[in-house]
């Protein structure tokens, strides 16, 4: 049975009280249906003249900017012809005046299930402005696309919050992001008045493949549920002179660069990292960002079973081998990265600058996932509570 989204739910029985508001929708290109429908157009259909403000995320409404730290400005919507505030432009905080226009916040955004990916933190600071500026917000629950159970890698330490990671989460939540919103807005005191509308027919265990819904990509370089499942490791390449794929037709399933001996890496490889996946050599040239036009070696990660699959595991050994075997070409990437000008870019991604130093000294990765036991232990036991699905 298809899973039915918080978007549908909410057209099918929306609460009574919302009839008397002035609506405002934070929203981007996969924010529709069933039917290809976009979340802002059913809002507008079943609220006429009601919906009165759009605001939007990293990359965009239309989701057209390809990179980092690429701003959009504010713009009318062409055809609603009402205000679009951008989110990552000159504010990535609403201000007064974006919330002036409303009475109640609609956030319907499709998360990936990764610590670093912006969308989550917009929410927390539109969370925080409600509360601020006295609005309601509903947040339209959508499917954690990399599933419900699996966590993944360290918790953020306090010297590394960035617009990449605001809260002490693990690189692989296993939330959705209506349980994200809960676990912000109640665990972490934001305190303002919000509501989810859960899915229907979602379960924890499944991927996105899984719940009959159409993949519309989030951001540029996400096009398949695929790149979604590899980026919780596949990201880590961002804070490196490795090439993550961008500028490739397999964004985030690539990685690679000119000086690197695929061959070598992989029998560098230890333990199961490669649980469901395949380390496929391969060669490319990216047609933009790092390494554009030049020939670049490295991988194409084929996921072969998902549910073994540990996307975080496989990054953090192929960075200990690459930095072990090309030391003197590989470097890490200096700031700025994602309005951060001073720290390593992944200190921020990693969210824990010992991780890092970890690698710089070859320490097994077996021995750094060990040490995360008890943490993720406590988070999931926190977590449980805002639980929404079984």
Same mark, same amino acid.
């Given at each position: 049975?298809? *899973?039915?989204?918080?978007?549908?739910? =909410?057209?099918?029985?929306?609460?009574?009280?919302?009839?008397?508001?002035?609506?405002?929708?934070?929203?981007?290109?996969?924010?529709?249906?069933?039917?290809?429908?976009?979340?802002?157009?059913?809002?507008?259909?079943?609220?006429?003249?009601?919906?009165?403000?759009?605001?939007?995320?990293?990359? @965009?409404?239309?989701?057209?900017?390809?990179?980092?730290?690429?701003?959009?400005?504010?713009?009318?919507?062409?055809?609603?012809?009402?205000?679009?505030?951008? +989110?990552?432009?000159?504010?990535?905080?609403?201000?007064?005046?974006?919330?002036?226009?409303?009475?109640?916040?609609?956030? &319907?955004?499709?998360?990936?299930?990764?610590?670093?990916?912006?969308?989550?933190?917009?929410?927390?600071?539109?969370?925080?402005?409600?509360?601020?500026? !006295?609005?309601?917000?509903?947040?339209?629950?959508?499917?954690?696309?990399? !599933?419900?159970?699996?966590?993944?890698?360290?918790?953020?330490?306090? &010297?590394? *919050?960035?617009?990449?990671?605001?809260?002490?989460?693990?690189?692989?939540?296993?939330?959705?992001?209506?349980?994200?919103?809960?676990?912000?807005?109640?665990?972490?005191?934001?305190?303002?008045?919000?509501?989810?509308?859960?899915?229907?027919?979602? !379960?924890?265990? $499944?991927? /996105?493949?899984?719940?009959?819904?159409?993949?519309?990509?989030?951001?540029?370089?996400?096009?398949?549920?695929?790149?979604?499942?590899?980026?919780?490791?596949? *990201?880590?390449?961002?804070?490196?002179?490795?090439?993550? @794929?961008?500028?490739?037709?397999?964004?985030?399933? $690539?990685?690679?660069?000119?000086?690197? &001996?695929?061959?070598?890496?992989?029998?560098?490889?230890? @333990?199961?990292?490669?649980?469901?996946? /395949?380390?496929?050599?391969?060669? =490319?040239?990216?047609?933009?960002?790092?390494?554009?036009?030049?020939?670049?070696?490295?991988?194409?990660?084929?996921?072969? &079973?998902?549910? +073994?699959?540990?996307?975080?595991?496989?990054?953090?050994?192929?960075?200990?081998?690459?930095?072990?075997?090309?030391?003197?070409?590989?470097?890490? !990437?200096?700031?700025?990265?994602?309005?951060?000008?001073?720290?390593?870019?992944?200190?921020?991604?990693?969210?824990?600058?010992? *991780?890092?130093?970890?690698?710089?000294?070859?320490?097994?990765?077996?021995?750094?996932?060990?040490?995360?036991?008890?943490?993720?232990?406590?988070?999931?036991?926190?977590?449980?509570?805002?639980?929404?699905?079984?």
């Amino acid at each position: 049975m298809s *899973v039915q989204t918080g978007i549908e739910r =909410f057209m099918d029985s929306p609460p009574a009280w919302v009839s008397k508001c002035r609506i405002g929708l934070l929203c981007n290109p996969a924010s529709v249906n069933r039917d290809f429908t976009h979340t802002r157009k059913l809002i507008h259909q079943k609220f006429p003249e009601q919906l009165t403000a759009l605001y939007s995320p990293q990359h @965009g409404f239309f989701a057209e900017k390809q990179d980092n730290m690429i701003e959009s400005g504010d713009m009318v919507d062409p055809e609603l012809h009402i205000p679009v505030f951008s +989110l990552y432009g000159n504010d990535r905080i609403p201000t007064r005046a974006m919330f002036d226009e409303i009475d109640l916040l609609i956030i &319907d955004l499709q998360d990936v299930g990764t610590r670093v990916y912006t969308f989550i933190y917009t929410m927390s600071y539109c969370l925080e402005s409600a509360k601020k500026y !006295n609005k309601r917000v509903i947040i339209l629950d959508r499917p954690n696309p990399i !599933n419900g159970n699996t966590i993944e890698g360290n918790l953020l330490k306090p &010297d590394c *919050v960035s617009f990449v990671g605001r809260y002490p989460i693990p690189m692989r939540h296993g939330l959705t992001i209506g349980e994200l919103g809960l676990l912000f807005n109640e665990y972490f005191n934001i305190g303002c008045q919000l509501d989810i509308i859960p899915m229907k027919h979602w !379960n924890r265990a $499944m991927f /996105f493949q899984d719940t009959g819904l159409p993949w519309v990509p989030p951001s540029p370089n996400l096009p398949t549920p695929i790149s979604a499942m590899v980026y919780p490791g596949q *990201v880590l390449w961002e804070g490196t002179n490795i090439s993550e @794929g961008r500028g490739t037709a397999k964004p985030f399933e $690539m990685l690679g660069a000119p000086f690197m &001996d695929p061959v070598k890496i992989e029998q560098s490889l230890e @333990g199961n990292c490669l649980s469901g996946a /395949f380390l496929r050599p391969a060669a =490319f040239e990216p047609t933009s960002n790092k390494w554009a036009g030049q020939f670049c070696r490295g991988f194409q990660i084929h996921v072969t &079973d998902p549910k +073994l699959f540990l996307p975080f595991r496989l990054a953090l050994h192929l960075l200990r081998s690459i930095f072990l075997l090309h030391k003197n070409q590989f470097a890490w !990437n200096p700031p700025p990265y994602e309005y951060e000008f001073e720290r390593l870019p992944i200190d921020l991604i990693l969210g824990d600058k010992e *991780v890092r130093k970890q690698i710089e000294n070859l320490e097994s990765p077996q021995k750094i996932e060990k040490s995360w036991d008890r943490a993720l232990t406590e988070f999931k036991s926190i977590c449980s509570r805002f639980y929404l699905y079984d």
